[in-house]
């Protein structure tokens, strides 16, 4: 039987955005494998923003690289990631963690329920 190993085997890297991305444009976010099949290889494409419930909390939003195909009833989008529903909780809350541990050191305000609301 295998063991299951509880070393980290990825990073995952927050980057400011660029001048001139979109005003609610927090970050950009890679996720660098460490081992594995796809060690040494960096997923891109991950965003977080600023958002706002319609109960007027704020909180931050994480996209996933998606691909839209064209069909009758127009554009529909299927993220790159993919997964159980709890397993992409989990990812949506470890990369708002790292932006928030890394915001927090850079003196930025994050929403307190931020990880809450983007693992929803």
Do not use: C
């Not at 990631?81 to 790292?98: H, M, S, Y």
Request: proline fraction near 3%; charged fraction near 30%; glycine fraction near 10%.
């Amino acid at each position: 039987m295998a063991k299951k190993s509880t070393k980290r085997t990825e990073t995952i890297t927050v980057n400011k955005p660029h001048a001139g991305a979109p005003e609610n444009l927090l970050a950009n976010v890679e996720l660098l494998f460490a081992s594995g099949l796809l060690a040494g290889l960096r997923l891109t494409g991950i965003a977080l923003w600023k958002a706002t419930a319609a109960n007027g909390r704020r909180f931050v939003s994480v996209t996933f690289p998606a691909r839209g195909v064209e069909g009758e009833e127009g554009t529909r989008y299927f993220d790159h990631i993919r997964g159980k529903g709890e397993d992409v909780k989990r990812l949506k809350a470890a990369i708002v963690n790292a932006y928030r541990t890394q915001a927090k050191a850079e003196g930025i305000e994050v929403p307190e329920d931020a990880a809450e609301e983007a693992a929803a």
